[in-house]
């Protein structure tokens, strides 16, 4: 077999094969684009985030995927244990509670992410491996317009592909946001470093029982950070420990074993910083910026791929729209930025509330929270917050604690005994899926000094409310990001005006 021939131009061009531009790459070529995508490394590569949430079913179910990575054989996830503090039971967010179809999955991702790539490929995209981009040439009045790219393979070829519309999918590399654009924006309350191994032998969550073989997070008693244990169907475990930069220097330096231990126990460390872009600013002209490239979240909600995901779909529906004229280009670029900027605030208000509990901090300050952002994210939640629908529009330190604490009660201990003992003494309507959401001090007013009932009704309120603002039908289907929704039709995906 010859080496592949990249070719000299394309509509769309796609840099990196991981989740977000396989995704993308799917969604494009199905819609009837010319998609080439040029991935560094050759797959199968290992990578890590195994963990995925139940929106994966939905992300897939729409590019016809989902039953193909159900035969793959990979350990159900029918929820998650965390346990925050030592002396009391672990919290577990219940995901096939009310629907048993809604169980995610842990995969290995060497095997996942060659799925996903070979996929795209079936779907019409020209996918090449060993192909890495190493400049990006830039054209229009203000040099803001992207063009073409340098490219060089690991047979040594070189050359230059021109395109109409680019999409970075380089991870944490970010070749637009670090090299071009220079906006990377870190989180400094959130710079850790996440080790990790592979191990066999291992026991089993809550065996015989709906949660059985459920990935289990736990608080480090020493408040320095989180670990974790994910099962994985090829017998191993993923056990990792994240813990804060600080914390991770000085128990290196307390280390008293030879170098050569020193390096193999270090030798799945990742600089696990958070990070975004300053003014949100993930899309441009005739560019959009997806995955990890763009943004990060600390892994402890398993929200890498569900990310990778989102900025796949609305790259694509966006790049779609303002090709179709649903609305004009700098419209789309608006609504993409707003969608990304939306799902990343989601998860780091939830992250920073657990970590809140973890590390027992003081909440974090404003600056770290684009106020726009957060208006749209929590949009449904901020009257329950604070009390009424005529709610004050400017966010406060006060509403921000307010919704870390609403949010950390989703990952309260909170056992089944006790749920069916406190469904017995309240209205059993309350604990449904389409009970109205209720304020803390909604509840403290209902039950009074049933301190069940409250941890209950509070655990119940916050799982509820967080899936419907991770919901996938929400998120596309429902959501309204300036004046705009995204349109979820095979051959005619894009923007529709409210």
């Not at 991702?109 to 830039?138: M, P, T, W, Y």
Request: glycine letters at 8%; a negative charge.
């Amino acid at each position: 077999m010859g080496i592949p021939v990249v070719p000299r131009s394309t509509k769309i061009l796609v840099i990196g094969g991981g989740p977000a531009g396989a995704y993308t790459a799917s969604i494009l070529a199905r819609e009837g684009l010319e998609v080439t995508v040029l991935e560094k490394d050759y797959f199968p590569r290992y990578h890590i985030g195994e963990s995925m949430l139940p929106s994966f079913n939905a992300f897939l179910d729409f590019v016809d995927a989902k039953e193909k990575v159900k035969k793959c054989g990979f350990v159900m996830k029918p929820g998650a244990a965390i346990k925050l503090n030592q002396y009391k039971r672990e919290g577990y967010t219940n995901f096939i509670q009310f629907n048993l179809a809604n169980s995610a999955w842990n995969v290995l991702r060497s095997e996942f992410d060659e799925f996903l790539l070979q996929h795209a490929a079936e779907c019409g995209a020209r996918v090449f491996n060993g192909v890495a981009i190493s400049e990006i040439q830039f054209s229009g009045t203000d040099k803001n317009v992207p063009v073409s790219a340098s490219w060089t393979s690991k047979y040594g070829q070189t050359g230059t592909i021109s395109f109409e519309w680019l999409v970075d999918a380089s991870g944490r590399n970010g070749i637009m946001s670090t090299k071009y654009l220079k906006n990377r924006r870190f989180n400094e309350s959130l710079r850790n470093i996440a080790t990790w191994g592979y191990w066999t032998g291992a026991g089993v969550y809550s065996p015989g029982t709906d949660r059985e073989n459920a990935p289990w997070f736990e608080a480090l008693t020493d408040e320095s950070g989180w670990a974790w244990f994910i099962p994985l169907h090829n017998g191993t475990v993923s056990v990792g420990v994240v813990i804060s930069e600080k914390s991770n220097s000085i128990k290196k330096s307390q280390l008293q074993v030879d170098k050569d231990k020193d390096v193999a126990h270090y030798h799945n460390q990742l600089f696990d910083y958070s990070y975004s872009a300053e003014m949100n600013h993930y899309a441009g002209p005739h560019y959009r910026i997806a995955g990890d490239a763009g943004a990060f979240i600390d892994p402890l909600f398993s929200s890498g791929v569900h990310l990778a995901f989102t900025g796949g779909l609305v790259a694509a529906a966006t790049i779609k729209a303002s090709i179709k004229g649903d609305c004009t280009e700098d419209e789309a670029i608006a609504f993409h930025n707003a969608k990304i900027g939306t799902s990343y605030t989601r998860f780091l208000v939830v992250v920073w509330a657990v970590y809140r509990q973890i590390k027992t901090q003081s909440a974090p300050i404003l600056s770290e929270v684009d106020e726009d952002n957060f208006d749209r994210a929590f949009d449904f939640l901020r009257p329950v917050i604070q009390g009424g629908a005529e709610a004050d529009p400017r966010l406060t330190e006060d509403e921000l604690s307010e919704a870390l604490e609403f949010c950390g009660h989703g990952v309260g201990p909170a056992s089944p005994d006790l749920f069916e003992s406190v469904s017995r003494r309240i209205d059993p309507a309350l604990l449904t899926p389409s009970a109205p959401l209720m304020s803390g001090r909604e509840v403290d007013a209902l039950v009074g000094e049933d301190d069940e009932a409250k941890q209950v009704l509070r655990k119940h309120n916050s799982n509820k409310a967080l899936s419907i603002a991770f919901d996938y039908q929400n998120n596309f289907r429902n959501e309204i990001l300036n004046g705009m929704y995204v349109h979820l039709e095979k051959g005619a995906l894009g923007l529709r005006r409210v």
